[in-house]
């Protein structure tokens, strides 16, 4: 082992799921080969019928009844692990049963079960993540409400999602949900190492969870301009295309991360070489509950993670930018990199091979910052044909061999969330 500086925080182990791939391994290979997932979405509850009057009805979960076809990447299939009791899972929802699949992986890798449970805390990033499970069940018992399923008082509310984890997992520590739209994921990591530092735990997993879009949220998007996409509708394979001329939106990405938080001295303990030193953490408000960008926003969050990264903008060789494919979004961001001298480094953008997973994406990017560090390799940005910039350092097809050294991750939501974190190698 290394010799570290006993208080520097480490992320030490990872779970991942995504359209792409189940596991880090899957999740990595499938990354750094620019492989999607990218098609009409087929999950029940994800697509409606229009009525006579063309206003929206309920979802419909029968494809000849379809008349929307918003785009997406979906898990095709998802392997639980045994060590999951069945019978809790009858009533988990999707974002749960992902979320207990991926922190399994996490946990194993981290050997938390050498860690005292009352020592270990939880924070889910993500608010009202299942939708389409709570859509579903209104239209099931509709006309019948007496039936309902007694659980639906408690699986209703995102902290159920804490209360699967916390009693499959044993974890006795604190464990909470925590909001920042699109930032969700990257501020519950924000949050962890805040835990972690002041003393609370020796031990913080941060979860981006699933965001379970129902028809209805897919619909709130595309007629606020945020989801694409018009343009390729005919082509789910060229509809994601971040910071390049021809996007018009984002499009959706199922997807779940968790990253187990620590110091180097409690992961040292259990003999475990972390992945990366978390040098440096920021989030800021804009003051906007509007979901357009802000520039200075932006700014100050990496200003803030670099300073107290003790990095010089010149150390950074590697940007994981938020990069949605929106029209006034990536244009923004562009030039908040530029104005912070960071346009020398790489940059890519994970979501246009995996979509943009909303509440998970900060912690599902991050790591993909981490798979790219570990490789020496870095994953393409598909269909970045035309840039919208051509002077920044991208990385196109296929992707490029680079061996990280210092990275900045950027992840923003509306209400005018801005959240950046350096990642050091080590």
Not at 203 to 214: F, H, K, P, R, T
Not at 260 to 272: Q, W
Request: glycine share 10%; aromatic share 6%; charged share 20%.
């Amino acid at each position: 082992m290394k010799n570290y500086n006993q208080q520097e925080i480490v992320i030490s182990g990872v779970g991942v799921t995504s359209a792409i791939g189940q596991g880090k391994s899957a999740f990595s290979a499938a990354l750094l080969e620019g492989q999607h997932k990218f098609n009409v979405m087929q999950r029940p509850g994800r697509q409606a019928k229009l009525s006579s009057t063309e206003e929206p009805v309920a979802p419909s979960s029968t494809n000849d009844e379809q008349t929307t076809a918003f785009l997406g990447a979906e898990i095709e299939s998802l392997l639980i692990p045994e060590s999951i009791p069945k019978s809790l899972l009858r009533t988990a929802s999707l974002s749960a049963q992902v979320a207990l699949t991926s922190l399994d992986e996490a946990w194993n890798e981290a050997k938390l079960n050498e860690v005292p449970p009352d020592r270990i805390g939880l924070i889910v990033g993500g608010s009202n993540f299942q939708q389409r499970e709570l859509s579903q069940t209104h239209q099931t018992y509709h006309n019948r409400t007496e039936f309902l399923r007694p659980t639906y008082a408690m699986s209703y509310m995102d902290s159920d999602l804490c209360g699967l984890c916390t009693e499959i997992f044993g974890i006795r520590g604190f464990a909470f949900t925590l909001g920042g739209a699109s930032a969700s994921g990257q501020v519950s990591v924000v949050q962890a190492v805040e835990a972690v530092k002041s003393g609370q735990v020796d031990v913080c997993i941060a979860i981006g969870a699933l965001m379970d879009l129902s028809y209805w949220e897919c619909q709130g998007f595309r007629t606020l301009g945020a989801m694409g996409s018009d343009r390729f509708a005919n082509e789910p394979a060229l509809a994601a295309r971040p910071f390049d001329q021809d996007r018009d939106g984002f499009i959706f990405g199922e997807s779940c991360g968790v990253v187990v938080i620590e110091s180097i001295d409690s992961a040292t303990k259990r003999d475990i070489n972390p992945y990366a030193r978390l040098a440096g953490t920021a989030m800021g408000m804009d003051g906007n509950r509007n979901p357009n960008p802000s520039f200075e926003g932006e700014v100050n969050a990496i200003k803030k993670a670099l300073e107290q990264a003790q990095l010089s903008p010149g150390e950074i060789d590697y940007i994981n930018p938020h990069g949605t494919g929106s029209t006034i979004g990536d244009e923004t961001e562009l030039k908040a990199i530029r104005h912070c001298e960071l346009n020398h480094a790489y940059l890519n953008a994970t979501k246009s091979i995996i979509g943009h997973g909303l509440s998970a994406a900060g912690t599902v990017e991050i790591i993909a910052t981490l798979m790219q560090m570990k490789a020496g390799k870095l994953h393409p940005t598909r269909n970045l044909d035309n840039p919208i910039e051509e002077t920044y350092n991208w990385v196109k097809q296929p992707g490029t061999k680079h061996n990280i050294k210092n990275a900045i991750n950027l992840s923003m939501g509306f209400g005018g969330v801005n959240t950046a974190v350096c990642l050091q190698n080590i």
